[in-house]
């Protein structure tokens, strides 16, 4: 595979959600597993910030998973960047969250629990060439 071809597969990964950065246990232990998984993670806590480092990623395929609360805020800005391949959203209402998900064809997944959505996202993962 050349260098070009190499880099047209590069991807980043993002979690976004208010605890993403947080110190609290279950978020030090999701952490742990997706870092241990997947190299070119990058979390967020602060919608703004995450909103600025998109923009400057035009040359990445973006994965992002995404609190609903977030998703519900963020999906609509953002859908339509080249940039960004697939969102991945957990949640603890599925019926509200699936009402502006359905939007989107970018949203792969809505999940209301945690580790199923971080599981369908790496599986995901996995399958991309």
Same mark, same amino acid.
């Given at each position: 595979?050349?260098?070009?071809?190499?880099?047209?597969?590069? %991807?980043? #990964?993002?979690?976004?959600?208010?605890?993403?950065? %947080?110190?609290?246990? %279950?978020?030090?232990?999701?952490?742990?597993?997706?870092?241990?998984? /997947? $190299?070119?993670?990058? !979390?967020? *806590?602060?919608?703004?910030?995450? $909103? $600025?480092?998109?923009?400057?990623?035009?040359? $990445?395929?973006?994965?992002?998973?995404? *609190?609903? %609360?977030?998703?519900?805020?963020?999906?609509?800005?953002?859908?339509?960047?080249?940039?960004?391949?697939?969102? #991945?959203?957990?949640?603890?209402?599925?019926? +509200?969250?699936?009402?502006?998900?359905?939007?989107?064809?970018?949203?792969?997944? /809505?999940?209301?629990?945690? /580790?199923?959505?971080? !599981?369908?996202?790496?599986? #995901?993962?996995?399958? +991309?060439?």
């Amino acid at each position: 595979m050349t260098a070009a071809k190499e880099q047209e597969y590069t %991807s980043v #990964y993002i979690w976004l959600d208010s605890n993403a950065n %947080s110190n609290s246990q %279950s978020a030090i232990k999701v952490k742990k597993k997706l870092i241990a998984k /997947l $190299e070119n993670l990058k !979390t967020f *806590s602060d919608i703004n910030e995450f $909103e $600025e480092f998109i923009e400057t990623y035009d040359d $990445e395929n973006i994965l992002l998973i995404v *609190s609903g %609360s977030y998703g519900r805020q963020i999906v609509p800005q953002i859908h339509n960047l080249p940039q960004l391949f697939a969102v #991945y959203v957990y949640c603890s209402d599925r019926v +509200r969250n699936l009402e502006w998900a359905k939007q989107y064809t970018k949203v792969c997944s /809505l999940q209301t629990n945690t /580790l199923t959505c971080f !599981t369908a996202f790496y599986c #995901y993962i996995l399958q +991309r060439p």
